[in-house]
């Protein structure tokens, strides 16, 4: 019988016993690599949540912001709106534009690029119209109110597999319209 140290040479000669000086750094190599791997799919996955910025859940391109209108001649997200004095515009200059027939093709044209506005309190002349007797009557109504300069939007996380594309709500987060940066020259 072998003392238990002289009796290796014969478990490694059968291949029963492995060294132990080739598997570890292999095992090390493979660790460190899927660590590495770890750390850099961490921020891939890192969704906003409602202590995010607005900056931050704008840049996602899974997160979809459903904020309010304004309307200024057309509808303008609250998102691009900022006040300026007891006005509400645009952050940035927005295109006017026309369409025109040309044959049997519709072109889109550009005619001026400016700042878009409203009054925080306003008031609209609106035509309200309803049926009656097959005679379609209408009146115009004088409409006032007042856009609130903080609003609570919803936030949704798109979810998209194959063919189905949903949303599901994941938080909702105050909004406050910012100062204008650039006073506009009328």
Known sequence: ???ARSCLHLFAQRGQIKSNTKWRPLNMKRIMTLLITLMSAVPAFA????NSS???IM????AIVKAPTIYMGRAIDYTFACQDGDRLRTQKPVDTTVSR???DREEIIVIDRDYLSTPINYTHEVE????????RRCKMETVTGSYP???NIPVYKRISNRNVERYELMFRKSYTVPQ????TVD
């Open 1 to 3: 019988m072998c003392p």
């Open 47 to 50: 969704a906003v949540n409602a």
């Open 54 to 56: 607005w900056e931050e």
């Open 59 to 62: 840049r996602d391109r899974y």
């Open 101 to 103: 027939t040309r044959g």
């Open 128 to 135: 309200n119209c309803f049926w009656n007797n097959n005679q």
């Open 149 to 151: 300069l903080t609003v």
């Open 180 to 183: 204008c940066d650039t006073p």
